[in-house]
């Protein structure tokens, strides 16, 4: 009974397959986004400013970054959770691949959360000074914005610290 249950419980990773298959679906969202928005940019070059530019040069960084990080739990989730990807010799391959444990995935995505958290900090310090008035609402709005950029910044250092006391050793010996 026991041998089948923890052959069941083994099994049942399986079930995280269509999660990370449908998270290429979200890729894929993402992508075709992202092509509708560099159209658009192109198609109203010669109208946009420079700062309105600049702004959605940002956006398109900033679905970029969304992507990579798609990418990057989708294929080191599967890896961790479900199975070993094997990619043949000679073939494409992505030097982090199968060197991404759990925790280190997390360090990961919370650099990723950080950097587009950045982005949109930045994005909105820019937008202000395409504002005929800077009022108190703005100011409001920009100073929670800091807030939650620096409630990430001071999260994703405290989970590599912790990492690092926690698992550093365990790393150094396997």
């Known amino acids: 009974m026991e041998r089948l249950i923890e052959k069941l419980l083994f ?3 399986w079930i995280l397959a269509p999660v990370y298959l449908g998270m290429s679906l979200a890729l894929l969202a993402l ?3 992202f092509f509708a928005e560099v159209y658009h940019l192109l198609h109203t070059i010669m109208e946009v400013t420079e700062a309105d530019l600049v702004l959605r040069l940002l956006a398109l960084v900033d679905l970029v970054l969304v992507g990579s990080l798609i990418v990057m739990v ?3 989730g599967y890896e961790n959770f479900v199975s070993k990807i094997d990619v043949k010799e ?3 391959n992505l030097g982090w691949l199968g060197k991404l444990d759990a925790s280190s995935l ?3 995505v919370a650099a990723s959360i950080v950097a587009i ?3 949109h900090l930045l994005r909105a ?3 202000i000074g ?3 008035v800077f009022d108190e609402t703005s100011s409001t709005k920009l100073m929670w914005f800091v807030i939650i950029h620096l409630t990430f910044v001071v999260s994703a250092v405290m989970m590599g610290v912790l990492d690092k006391m926690s698992f550093a050793s365990h790393r150094e010996d396997h």
């Open 125 to 127: 310090f820019m937008s």
């Open 31 to 33: 992508g075709i986004k």
């Open 74 to 76: 989708m294929f080191s």
């Open 11 to 13: 099994s049942s990773r």
């Open 90 to 92: 000679g073939g494409d």
């Open 117 to 119: 958290s950045s982005i």
């Open 130 to 132: 395409n504002q005929a």
């Open 106 to 108: 997390k360090l990961k």
